[in-house]
């Protein structure tokens, strides 16, 4: 596990530095932050301590080239709303999901709101038991827990909360991208797939209801990275990268964090319910599902947070499909 809780660092210079990639002269950041040039000197060496890499110029400044996982951490510390939110972050794990459960089974309570994001994953995985493909450093691989005393929220509703965090997340670092939900789980632009959501649902021996939320977003990847392994999945990639846009990792999983911390407390407002189902694709499509062992055939003609896809299927009865167990096979087109 990479942290810099050790050591003292100047994490609104960093976050100066990742926002803004052009030169900066020192006379400039200390202006910005209010503080003398000498000690944006000090702070600029004490960064590369951490890792992080820089590029000089003599007349135009200093730019951040690329920053260690060391400082994700307190970075995230820094711009979180919620103070003592548990973080860890490791270079690589077997699964986010997986550290993240162990975090609810030792600390209980304490853990809820706890992150865990990873370099690099050697045995990510997705919904039904699909394996999750990613490669090192290309994308955020991110996993949260919800410890819920009490509460009937549905894995279906964590999977809405989530999708809608990530797509207004995204939106707001890459404005010029209309993100949409492919129903349940996967966060689409332009028909390809830029991220995945998994939600792990559990009871733990003191009864506490437990979920651990997982999100999988497709950053830095380039067409010519895409495996052929990759390329038999069955809908198509894409990545912010590949979509021209110049996002940062740890912006954007500060970013996710605090819209998933907003939206959750919002979760029951008819607007985010509207705006979720607005960012949907399959309302009102022509479909084919399959549900466990059933294959079913209809119109989509209602999604409910609790209740999950709800079809008119071909005979004319009405199901309500739940989300964690349910896979579109095929859309074929308004009904």
Same mark, same amino acid.
């Given at each position: 596990?990479?942290?810099?809780?050790d050591t003292n660092f100047n994490v609104a210079l960093l976050d100066l530095l990742i926002r803004h990639q052009e030169y900066q002269t020192y006379d400039s950041l200390a202006s910005k932050l209010v503080c003398p040039v000498q000690l944006i000197c000090n702070d600029i060496d004490g960064l590369g301590a951490l890792g992080?890499?820089?590029?000089?110029?003599?007349?135009?400044?200093?730019? *951040?080239?690329?920053?260690?996982?060391?400082?994700?951490?307190?970075? *995230?510390?820094?711009?979180?709303?919620?103070?003592?939110?548990?973080?860890?972050?490791y270079e690589q794990t077997s699964s986010t999901q997986d550290v993240v459960r162990r975090l609810i089974h030792s600390r209980g309570r304490s853990a809820d709101g706890a992150v865990v994001i990873a370099n690099d994953q050697t045995c990510g995985r997705g919904r039904l038991g699909r394996k999750w493909i990613s490669l090192p450093g290309c994308s955020l691989l991110?996993?949260?827990?919800?410890?819920?005393?009490?509460?009937?929220?549905?894995?279906?509703?964590?999977? &809405?909360?989530?999708?809608?965090?990530v797509a207004r997340a995204v939106e707001k670092?890459?404005?010029? *991208?209309?993100?949409?939900?492919?129903?349940?789980?996967?966060?689409?632009?332009?028909?390809?797939? &830029?991220?995945?959501? &998994?939600?792990?649902?559990f009871v733990v021996e003191n009864g506490l209801v437990c979920a651990v939320v997982g999100v999988g977003v497709n950053v830095e990847l380039e067409a010519g990275d895409v495996s052929f392994e990759l390329l038999r999945l069955e809908q198509p990639l894409t990545s912010l990268k590949m979509l021209g846009q110049n996002v940062d990792r740890l912006l954007l999983a500060a970013e996710i964090i605090a819209q998933a911390e907003m939206i959750f407390q919002r979760r029951d407002d008819p607007r985010v319910l509207a705006e979720w189902k607005n960012r949907n694709t399959i309302l009102g499509q022509s479909v084919a599902l399959k549900c466990g062992e059933y294959d079913v055939s209809g119109q989509v003609v209602d999604l409910d947070p609790l209740q999950g896809l709800i079809v008119r299927s071909d005979d004319g009865s009405m199901l309500h499909l739940p989300g964690q167990t349910t896979t579109v096979v095929a859309i074929h087109g308004s009904a």
């Open positions: 596990m990479l942290d810099s809780s992080c890499r820089f590029e000089f110029h003599p007349q135009a400044g200093v730019r *951040l080239v690329d920053y260690g996982l060391n400082t994700w951490s307190d970075y *995230l510390r820094w711009r979180d709303e919620q103070p003592g939110r548990h973080i860890e972050i991110m996993s949260m827990a919800r410890v819920m005393p009490g509460s009937s929220l549905g894995g279906d509703h964590l999977i &809405l909360i989530t999708a809608m965090s670092l890459a404005p010029d *991208l209309d993100v949409k939900i492919k129903w349940p789980n996967d966060i689409h632009v332009g028909g390809h797939k &830029l991220a995945g959501i &998994l939600v792990e649902q």
